[in-house]
């Protein structure tokens, strides 16, 4: 116990940087004495939190991941103290400028020293650097190189941020705050929860699945350089090969995945990609949940600056003013029929060959396509080649642009998304508050943001021949104006903000501190 009341006191101390603490000072009468706390109002609780995440689109995202970074911290702001650790990408150091050397996280087996950087957003969001030049500063995404390969370090770069997590959580990078939980997210922090048990410390985790899919699987024989206990192996063991994501998920005190739907799925064989009794159990001891994602406020027709035309529910004239945006963004002419969209990274997961298996059946229904995406070289070959089949009807983008994106979800009539697995999908939320109705496989987090023949279609099957009866249904509500408008409206009040997620982050995060403290305390 006494370590955690311990943590309490650091993580009280106020923090300069970003503004006065959060503490409650307790109530006095003008001779200073204490007055009872006034009736039915208690404190909110505490709750510190570091939130580790290896992209976030304030700064650079690649997918999901970097919106859910951006938003679900600021959302936690009003019951949380939440902080973001991020590596310093470039992007990230010209985005804040040089921050302050605030602490330091020294070497740990091959895992070298960092210094650690803090600033705070402009709109007071706190932010920890994790600052390694040879490590961090480098051209490309944060995963792979120019040329589309994974960077040859990652097991060192991404095992580095993780320790760098369990050193801040252990009061050991000289930051002068301590969180009393990791938010862990994805493969790439999951192994802090894992440093944090080898080492000893009590701090717990939870862990984020935003995609299964990935796992960080390594060489094992790079578990000397990582740092993992010889008696700690089988934590990370995956056929042979070290999975951080394994390892996050043996050592998190909870784990949730991104949809209620996907959290059931990922318990079976079929989407469990092999982790699936190991989560199985978790569910069975109640350490496995689905929190759904929310979309921002910036997502709204009535104001986002990247559009051509604002418009709310009912001005269908202000979204076909952005129809015939992207149109000329595509070179495609002006049309009656419906302008279908693809907004998506191009990988096998996202059923990319279904769509362009249907395009032919939508360009002779007297529909259009447009698609924006990157990914894998075979899928944008496809896309591409797509483009240059049909003219006129066929636009492509391989590119990712958010501007663009955006005017493509105002603008387009319907979005296709026949994902053969979705964690939760944030482009069918997008569409939705921007009447664009989503035509999506029953699957995950798809299920339960998309209501079928209300807000949007449901395929029952990721298959060419299902999306095509639903690509079908979406051109018969096209020629029925008021189902349309009944559609398009329903879609746009889906509800989709990020308060009920936070405030079911925050529950679990409230339970996790409880049963912390009901555990003996252990050195950190
Ligand atoms: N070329 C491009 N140009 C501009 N914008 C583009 C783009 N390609 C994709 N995007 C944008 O990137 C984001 C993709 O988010 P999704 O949630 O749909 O999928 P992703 O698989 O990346 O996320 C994973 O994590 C998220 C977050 O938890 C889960 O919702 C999801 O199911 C899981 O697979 C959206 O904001 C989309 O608009």
């Given at each position: 116990m006494a370590a955690v009341a311990l943590r309490r006191l650091d993580a009280d101390s106020p923090s300069a940087e970003f503004g006065p603490t959060r503490k409650r000072l307790p109530l006095r009468d003008a001779r200073g004495r204490f007055l009872p706390k006034p009736p039915g109002r208690r404190p909110a609780p505490r709750r510190d939190v570091l939130f580790v995440t290896s992209e976030m689109s304030d700064f650079l995202k690649t997918g999901g991941l970097g919106d859910v970074a951006a938003a679900l911290p600021r959302a936690l702001q009003g019951g949380c103290d939440a902080r973001v650790l991020i590596p310093g990408y470039p992007a990230v150091l010209r985005r804040l400028g040089e921050p302050r050397v605030v602490g330091r996280v020294r070497a740990h087996a091959g895992l070298p020293e960092c210094a650690i950087g803090r600033a705070a957003l402009p709109d007071g969001l706190p932010v920890y650097v994790l600052v390694n030049p040879a490590l961090f500063e480098r051209d490309g995404s944060p995963y792979v190189a120019p040329d589309g390969s994974d960077w040859s370090d990652n097991a060192i770069r991404f095992a580095t941020l993780a320790h760098a997590a369990a050193e801040i959580a252990a009061g050991r990078a000289g930051l002068g705050w301590r969180p009393q939980l990791l938010h862990l997210n994805d493969?790439?922090?999951?192994l802090a929860a894992a440093y944090v048990s080898w080492r000893g410390g009590d701090t717990p985790s939870l862990l984020t699945i935003h995609n299964l899919a990935y796992q960080g699987l390594f060489p094992a024989g790079a578990a000397a350089a990582l740092g993992v206990p010889k008696t700690a192996l089988a934590d990370l063991e995956f056929h042979g090969q070290l999975s951080f994501l394994r390892g996050g998920i043996v050592h998190a005190a909870h784990v949730n995945t991104v949809s209620a739907s996907y959290a059931r799925q990922i318990t079976e064989p079929a989407h469990g990609c092999g982790l699936d009794r190991l989560l199985a159990r978790c569910a069975a001891t109640g350490r496995l949940s689905g929190i759904l994602n929310g979309i921002d406020a910036s997502w709204d027709p009535r104001t986002d600056p990247h559009l051509h035309a604002h418009f709310a529910a009912g001005d269908w004239q202000g979204k076909r003013a952005n129809a015939r945006q992207v149109r000329r963004e595509f070179g495609l002419p002006d049309a009656t029929g419906p302008l279908f969209a693809l907004v998506s990274r191009l990988v096998h997961q996202k059923g990319v060959d279904l769509i362009c298996e249907v395009a032919p059946q939508i360009v002779a229904a007297g529909g259009q396509v447009v698609a924006i995406g990157t990914g894998e070289p075979r899928l944008e070959r496809e896309v591409a080649a797509l483009a240059r089949r049909f003219p006129g009807r066929v636009g492509a983008h391989i590119g990712f642009e958010e501007g663009l994106a955006r005017r493509m979800f105002a603008g387009s009539d319907f979005l296709l998304m026949p994902s053969?697995?979705?964690?939760?999908?944030l482009s069918q939320m997008y569409a939705q508050r921007f009447a664009s109705l989503p035509i999506v496989h029953a699957t995950g987090g798809l299920i339960d943001t998309v209501e079928d023949g209300v807000t949007g279609f449901q395929c029952r099957e990721a298959t060419a021949d299902a999306l095509r009866r639903g690509v079908q249904r979406a051109f018969r509500v096209y020629r029925l104006p008021g189902l349309l408008d009944a559609m398009r409206r329903a879609a746009m009040r889906a509800p989709a903000g990020w308060d009920a997620a936070a405030r079911q982050y925050q529950a679990h995060y409230d339970r996790m501190l409880a049963a912390a403290a009901m555990r003996p305390a252990v050195a950190a």
């Open positions: 493969w790439p922090g999951a053969r697995f979705e964690p939760c999908g």
